[in-house]
């Protein structure tokens, strides 16, 4: 299946790319993404079919129904990676809260949060690609805390890739610092910034857009290419879960086939939601996408007025911050899908020249049919971390803002599935304050330990070995020298 763009063609592109082409350079004409021309048409019963299948099974024929441009064994290879998980059989357990509530817990991977669902198969493919074409490419990433670890750890010792992964010195949690800078591997460097993740970002941005910069990386012979979730490598892993969702509820007779489910998902970039639209479109019986944001409430906005105005609008640091945003990348594939290229172009332009772009009320109309929006606040997310407790579930502020969207959103008798997307054990000190309602903020390391002792709390190797681990990488620099210390790294 071949690959088209969100904001139509400039007559200077190809018309139409393949899979590898669109995710090796994912920035389409005019500035947009590449969407699949068609979703694919599952055959009839697909998911009764899946019943007892393994999720690599599950995956393997989805990603068949896209016909990608990749080879089999490079698939298989990539699936594998699964094998990483808690338990590869399973690799994002559903699991009954209550009544008609369901965690689809997403974390159990090497990094502990969801990003691993997909970065981890997504590393080996582009790699693969990147091989078969004997090119080189750097992947520049900036984090504010999750997605840096889970692309350090799929890409390390990949050949034909080199990462560099810059973070806010100071704005991220110990364990997603430690998860970076102990992370081995040649092809590997993390730097840290004086600023914050803004500038981080800003700097990566002026960096792709530098032509010294890409002269300097061509006579080295490397490509850029991007890891963040615009790369629709990235999103067709996403769309697979969502079909595990509906799966396991078949599984544990929770739901009779062809029942309609929600699914409540925290979101920041949209990828996450974006699968299961899409997997929605490909046949889930979903019967609405509850979308939960934090105090950064723009996503809610959008879908409840279809207005998507940032004029006054200023990030708020909160106690979730992979879902702190301004700019959504992903909601332009909902908008396409809704609206076609024409009207995406000019909504985007809208939002990039104004700050603002204004969906008409049939297209408003449209978006609230798939989806419904709530947001919530840190004190709201701390009373739902304490109250679960008492169910026995301790989950992640990010978990924590699905419960909103729960109790709110929810118009029909039908179960819930809401989505985890990280690890308690990323957040503990959040975690921790909420638990004891209010006490002082403990670091990383005792508050990981006083949970795990008092509530009796698992904690995966992975986290406690980063404690004792060498720390590879201690570079620290200001915002201007971050060209100089990226050329350094690939000279070496
Ligand atoms: C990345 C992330 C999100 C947001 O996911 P999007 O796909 O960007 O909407 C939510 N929670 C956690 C823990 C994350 O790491």
Not at 26 to 40: E, I, N, Q, R
Not at 64 to 86: H, Q, T
Not at 124 to 141: P, R, T
Not at 464 to 486: A, C, P, Q, T, Y
Request: aromatic share 10%; with cysteine; charged share 25%.
């Amino acid at each position: 299946m071949n690959f088209i763009e969100t904001r139509g063609n400039d007559n200077n592109r190809a018309q139409e790319v393949t899979f590898s082409e669109a995710i090796l350079n994912p920035s389409a004409s005019f500035g947009g993404l590449y969407v699949p021309k068609d979703l694919p048409e599952l055959e009839d019963n697909f998911i009764l079919n899946h019943l007892n299948s393994s999720y690599k099974e599950l995956a393997y024929d989805i990603l068949k129904a896209f016909e990608i441009d990749i080879d089999e064994d490079e698939i298989n290879k990539a699936l594998d990676l699964y094998d990483k998980f808690d338990d590869p059989t399973n690799p994002c357990p559903v699991v009954k809260v209550k009544d008609d509530l369901f965690v689809h817990e997403q974390y159990h991977g090497p990094t502990r949060a969801f990003k691993d669902m997909a970065l981890q198969p997504f590393g080996s493919i582009l790699s693969s690609i990147a091989k078969k074409k004997n090119e080189k490419y750097l992947i520049l990433a900036a984090t504010s805390g999750d997605t840096g670890p889970a692309a350090l750890n799929t890409f390390k010792n990949k050949e034909n890739i080199q990462v560099v992964c810059l973070y806010p010195d100071g704005g991220t949690s110990d364990v997603q610092r430690l998860q970076m800078v102990c992370e081995d591997g040649e092809n590997l460097k993390v730097i840290g910034i004086k600023g914050n993740f803004d500038d981080a970002q800003t700097a990566l941005k002026n960096l792709l857009a530098s032509e010294s910069f890409k002269k300097e990386l061509e006579n080295d012979g490397i490509k850029l290419s991007a890891a963040n979730s615009v790369n629709f490598g990235r999103i067709i892993f996403q769309i697979i879960y969502h079909f595990w969702s509906y799966i396991q509820l078949l599984k544990q007779e929770e739901i009779k086939n062809g029942e309609k489910i929600y699914l409540v998902v925290p979101s920041g970039n949209f990828g996450n939601v974006l699968g299961g639209f899409y997997a929605q479109q490909m046949g889930v019986p979903v019967e609405k996408l509850l979308v939960a944001s934090n105090e950064n409430d723009i996503l809610t906005q959008w879908i409840n007025t279809g207005i998507y105005d940032i004029r006054d609008k200023e990030l708020k640091l909160t106690k979730s911050p992979a879902m702190d945003i301004l700019k959504s990348s992903n909601i332009e594939r909902v908008i396409f899908s809704i609206c076609g290229a024409q009207r995406t172009k000019q909504l985007m332009e809208d939002l990039n020249n104004n700050k603002i772009f204004k969906m008409n009320e049939e297209e408003t109309e449209k978006l609230q049919k798939y989806f419904s929006a709530i947001n919530s606040d840190d004190k709201y997310g701390a009373q739902i971390i304490k109250e679960f407790l008492d169910l026995k579930y301790l989950m992640d502020p990010h978990t924590a803002t699905c419960i909103k969207a729960y109790q709110n959103l929810k118009e029909k008798d039908l179960k819930v599935v809401i989505y985890s997307t990280a690890e308690w054990t990323k957040f503990s000190p959040t975690v921790l304050q909420a638990l004891h309602e209010n006490s002082i903020s403990h670091p990383d390391k005792e508050a990981l330990d006083i949970i795990s002792k008092e509530y009796n709390a698992k904690l995966p190797e992975s986290i406690k070995g980063l404690f004792s681990s060498e720390i590879r990488h201690k570079v620290i620099v200001e915002k201007e020298n971050i060209e100089e210390e990226i050329v350094k790294f690939i000279r070496d």
